[in-house]
């Protein structure tokens, strides 16, 4: 015999079951109050309901909101008494709008433990109430209301002298009565029962209840005036029907109870004329569930600004900018289809039907007209397209204003709305993105490339051959040309295509032989140098006195970022000089000028130490070389590895070589020898000056550097400027040259002795500069750059000696460190790389833009 499973083992599968059971009753309670709506919509006139809800009096609306008000002003009675009972006291104000809130979105979203609790737990949170002192509140709360809907069923039921009749059925005067005092004893068991259950006592109970009732009551008021010629009796049934609707929509959990509570009002109140009841309850819907849903929605909305401010505004600023880097391209792309769709609209025949619409409308010399300038718009928007994308702010207005009258041209010419809207819509996207438009410079400028020229003029061919395929042409005479007809398609065409044939040649050939020139540089004023360069610590920073570039300096002249503008490429000489925390904002003030100015920045030379800001910026990195450094420390002529240089400065002393080191400030004097042996070094080289990356025989240049000389005989032979660090971080030279006769071995013998005097003046290291393209990985996986670089280090001589050039400084055993190109990428790259070897090599220009800076450099 089985015995009965003990209760333990039934309660998973009650929890397993909850839920399924409870969406089932929705779901039956749903579908039982949509199959009476639509029982009650069979036998009802809906119109008839309309025009009733329509033509209630303005006095019954005013009461209904009155009612209503007081109704919702009675709930928040609940969160104060509620907040009393857990000693949580708050003032009204706080209370009223957890209450007001909380109720509001119950009432039309369902759900109200969710609902509810979220809207107290946002106002209470805030308040420094705890999640659990705001569950309490939202249990009591729900205490409350639940006494208020059986004591104002006890009540109806009570005081109801009719037989209660419910479709199918009759409930007498003593069965009313009997539940109606029912329900006062479990009312009157819960307060006496309330302490047990952590709820107020019976005092605090009765109160609770009677708040409950007054709520209820004015509630069912709210529609009760709804109900036009309505006798009083009507109220206790009608309340009567208002609760239980009331626990028929909670029970069914749809939102708001929608159609599941009027269909329930309806059904228990057969008093009322239903389609009366419908229309009020349809009014009632609006007054008491969606006006206080939007008041309560505000007032969310104005508690939550302080709080949104900042979370909103941040989002507000992302989004901004996501618009403002976004956008132009877009833009552009849309702008150029918009013209293709005018171009395109203007070579192919117009409908008929159109045609005949506007006929009376427009006359045929504005059709003419507008055709052929519909098609040089779309030629127009062609052009500009590229400028967009470059963000010009000229180009952003002429676009916007040849947005709106190819827009009024599409209409006039043969009513193609379509594309008037099209391009409307475009002009309104265009307004959005207005922001992102900033560069202010001449249209005429630089707008234009040879990508961006090929496209249109394909474009426009294209258009062109689809017109004359589309059109039927007539055997062809000079008068085609003046034919005006509404039928003229293929003369309109002609005339078209000749408008837009013309400018478009015109503006490319203007936009080919214009000259390319510059936007002005910004005044950033005076730039102590000098001040600058006591904070440097590595000696390449005395580029500076070159006088051949332009400067941003930092806070206090304590760090500074060396520059110049060659074509639209900014190019930074190494590292800024000075203070690494200011390096940063240096680097960005020059990106965003070089962007505003459509330029591109390349970062020549960095080093490690610069990396992390480059990918901040968006640039790509390659590597140029790596630079050999010396420390003086461990620099010495002892031991086999240092045999060849000790060869080379015996040998060189042997055949009378002196070395000396002549201060800047004696320089002037030795300045015509130091001339001839530049120049001698110049036609032996077969080359001329350089400038940027190196420094140039300049007298006013030279004689602020230390000179390192070699003599032979008394006569300079050889010499190099010195760089030096004013912390004596580090020693360096720059130009490096001697006559074409001098002794075996002088530039090792002037290297070796220039880092013992080094050594012995306490400089940390020495830097031999650059070897290019050395250390670059040309394995079979590496990028193509890098590839083309390893092959043209190891096998380039007949361009270059790099692998000659590493392998000489190799022998002072130096430090070997990784420099750094950062460039935009891609075609960017190249062309910077162009105009980085252009500028190395003008020394002329160089020395002109010398004179202009010396007073900034002294």
Same mark, same amino acid.
């Given at each position: ?16 079951? %909850? ?17 009476? /709506? ?35 002003? /009675? ?18 104000? +706080? ?45 009591? +709360? ?42 006062? $004893? ?49 109220? %206790? ?22 159609? $599941? ?16 009841? /419908? ?18 929605? $505000? ?69 003419? %007209? ?85 496209? !249109? ?209 004696? %320089?002037?004097?030795? !300045?015509?020898?130091?001339?001839? $042996? ?76 220039? !880092? ?21 990985? +040309? ?80």
């Amino acid at each position: 015999m089985n015995r009965p499973a003990p209760l333990s083992q039934l309660k998973p599968l009650v929890h397993r079951l %909850a839920v399924p059971a409870q969406l089932a009753l929705a779901v039956l309670v749903l579908v039982l109050a949509g199959m009476s /709506l639509r029982h009650m919509a069979m036998r009802l006139d809906l119109h008839a309901v309309l025009r009733d809800a329509r033509a209630l009096p303005v006095w019954r609306l005013a009461a209904a909101l009155g009612f209503t008000a007081a109704s919702y002003l /009675l709930l928040t009675i609940y969160d104060v008494m509620a907040l009393r009972a857990i000693g949580k006291p708050l003032p009204w104000r +706080a209370a009223a709008l957890a209450s007001f809130t909380s109720y509001t979105l119950s009432h039309n979203l369902g759900f109200g433990i969710i609902t509810g609790a979220a809207a107290r737990l946002r106002v209470y949170g805030a308040r420094g109430l705890s999640t659990g002192d705001v569950a309490r509140v939202t249990a009591i +709360a729900g205490v409350t209301f639940w006494s208020g809907v059986l004591a104002s069923a006890a009540l109806a039921l009570l005081v109801h002298r009719q037989p209660l009749t419910v479709p199918g059925h009759v409930l007498s005067l003593a069965m009313q009565h009997a539940a109606g005092a029912g329900l006062l $004893v479990l009312l009157v068991l819960a307060a006496l029962l309330g302490k047990r259950w952590h709820l107020p006592g019976p005092g605090g109970m009765a109160r609770m209840t009677a708040a409950a009732l007054a709520d209820i009551s004015a509630a069912c008021a709210a529609l009760f005036v709804l109900l036009p010629h309505a006798a009083p009796a009507l109220y %206790a049934p009608l309340l009567l029907a208002y609760v239980l609707a009331i626990v028929v929509a909670l029970v069914s959990h749809v939102p708001g109870g929608l159609g $599941v509570f009027e269909a329930t009002v309806v059904a228990l109140c057969p008093q009322a004329a239903p389609g009366m009841l /419908l229309s009020a309850l349809l009014v009632y819907r609006i007054v008491y569930y969606l006006l206080p849903l939007c008041a309560a929605l $505000v007032l969310l909305v104005h508690h939550e600004h302080a709080r949104w401010k900042r979370p909103a505004g941040l989002a507000l600023k992302a989004g901004e900018t996501m618009l403002t880097a976004l956008a132009p391209r877009a833009v552009a792309l849309l702008v150029f289809l918009g013209g293709g769709i005018l171009l395109l609209s203007g070579a192919t025949p117009a409908l008929p039907e159109r045609m005949a619409a506007i006929r009376g409308l427009v006359p045929l010399p504005f059709v003419e %007209a507008s055709q052929i300038a519909a098609s040089l718009v779309g030629t127009l928007l062609l052009v500009l397209a590229p400028a967009l994308y470059r963000r010009l702010d000229a180009a952003f207005l002429l676009t916007r204003a040849l947005l709106v009258a190819g827009a009024a041209f599409s209409l006039a010419k043969g009513l193609d709305y379509e594309e008037a809207v099209t391009l409307l819509a475009v002009a309104g996207v265009l307004q959005l993105a207005r922001r992102g438009f900033w560069r202010r410079t001449a249209l005429t400028t630089d707008v234009m490339s040879a990508n961006w020229i090929l496209a !249109m003029v394909a474009t426009i061919t294209l258009v062109i051959v689809i017109g004359y395929f589309t059109q039927t042409f007539p055997a062809y005479r000079g008068s085609l040309w003046w034919k005006f007809a509404w039928s003229g398609d293929a003369s309109r065409y002609m005339r078209a295509s000749f408008a837009v044939a013309v400018a478009t040649g015109a503006f490319v050939v203007l936009a080919l032989l214009r000259p390319s020139r510059h936007c002005g540089l910004p005044d950033e004023g005076p730039v102590d140098v000098d001040e600058a360069l006591t904070h440097a610590v590595r000696s390449e920073s005395m580029l500076a006195l070159t006088g051949d570039k332009l400067f941003l300096a930092g806070p206090g002249n304590r760090s500074l970022l060396m520059y110049q503008v060659r074509g639209h490429s900014w190019i930074v000489m190494g590292d800024p000089v000075g203070e690494p925390a200011d390096w940063p904002e240096l680097l960005w003030r020059l990106r965003e000028r070089a962007d505003a100015n459509q330029g591109r920045v390349l970062l020549y030379q960095v080093t490690p130490a610069v990396l992390p800001i480059a990918i901040d910026m968006g640039l790509q990195l390659m590597k140029y070389g790596e630079e050999a450094r010396v420390d003086l420390a461990r620099f010495s002529l002892d031991g086999p590895a240092a045999r060849p240089l000790r060869h080379a400065v015996r040998r060189a002393e042997r055949e009378g070589a002196e070395f000396s080191i002549v201060p800047a400030a004696r %320089a002037g004097a030795i !300045m015509g020898e130091l001339r001839l $042996v530049s120049d001698d070094w110049l036609r032996a080289k077969g080359q001329r000056e350089k400038a940027f990356s190196v420094g140039r025989f300049d007298e006013a240049y030279i004689a602020r550097c230390d000179i390192a000389v070699v003599r032979k005989q008394g006569a300079i032979v050889a010499f190099a400027n010195l760089w030096k660090t004013a912390g004596r971080e580090e020693l360096s030279v720059d130009l490096m040259r001697h006559r074409a006769e001098v002794p075996y071995g002088c530039m090792d013998f002037l290297f070796t002795r220039l !880092m013992l005097w080094g050594r012995q003046e306490g400089y940390a290291w020495f830097n031999l500069g650059l070897a290019p393209l050395s250390g670059i990985e +040309a394995r079979r996986l590496a990028p193509t750059w890098a590839r083309a670089a390893g092959m043209l280090f190891r096998h380039g001589a007949a361009f270059y000696g790099f692998e000659g050039l590493r392998n000489y400084k190799e022998k002072f055993a130096p430090l070997w460190e990784p420099r750094f190109i950062a460039c935009h990428g891609g075609v960017a790259t190249g062309r910077a790389l162009l105009d980085l070897q252009a500028l190395i090599g003008d020394g002329r220009s160089a020395g002109r833009l010398r004179a202009g800076q010396r007073k900034t450099a002294s």
